[in-house]
């Protein structure tokens, strides 16, 4: 009786202790791969990109945000991202409020074949891009303009009702990103 006891006990404890050492990995991992977060510019917002876009040119951001507006143009796709700014584990989360500078627009270029068939299903996405310039926000003659990123990495959240899913797309940058040569009048980069 005593042997099964211990035999039960023994079993309880390489559990839980399996358990601890998974959940403590799990802590400790982040959401991104690290050579985009040593790569990548620390702290820049999208407050600070948009007053200071010279500064930052060709250099590899990292911002959250919803897709809310989707532009094919030949084989690339440019994706306007509402904002949303990122936590330390780079969880993208609404600004505290929609008025605010941070609640802006941005665009992410890419290849469409680079993005997984399910993009539209996320809920909110993590963009690790490299600063490619900026674009008119909108066709009227006094809109602010907009960041443009060339993707690197993009981490696609689901919805946590529906989905609890993560997507991840990388881009191979051996291939040259450019805005494609008819999209210069509406997608034209300063």
């Not at 996320?122 to 993707?151: D, F, M, Y």
């Not at 609890?164 to 040569?181: E, I, L, Q």
Request: glycine share 8%; with cysteine; aromatic share 6%.
């Amino acid at each position: 009786m005593r042997m099964g006891r211990d035999r039960v006990l023994n079993a309880v404890r390489s559990s839980a202790t399996a358990i601890g050492v998974a959940c403590l990995l799990s802590a400790c991992s982040s959401t991104l791969p690290s050579q985009y977060i040593h790569r990548a510019e620390p702290g820049v917002t999208l407050t600070m990109l948009a007053s200071n876009p010279d500064r930052y040119r060709d250099k590899v951001v990292i911002l959250g945000g919803v897709i809310v507006e989707e532009k094919q143009m030949d084989d690339h796709l440019f994706l306007r991202l509402r904002n949303r700014p990122l936590d330390k584990d780079y969880m993208p989360h609404r600004p505290p409020s929609l008025e605010s500078p941070e609640a802006g627009h941005y665009w992410v270029m890419m290849r469409r074949q680079d993005l997984p068939a399910d993009y539209r299903q996320w809920a909110r996405v993590t963009v690790v891009g490299q600063v490619a310039g900026l674009r008119p926000g909108s066709a009227e003659p006094k809109s602010e303009s907009e960041p443009v990123l060339a993707a690197l990495y993009l981490r696609g959240w689901g919805d946590a009702v529906m989905n609890n899913g993560v997507t991840t797309a990388t881009f191979d940058r051996n291939y040259s990103m450019s805005v494609p040569k008819g999209a210069r009048g509406e997608f034209g980069l300063q």
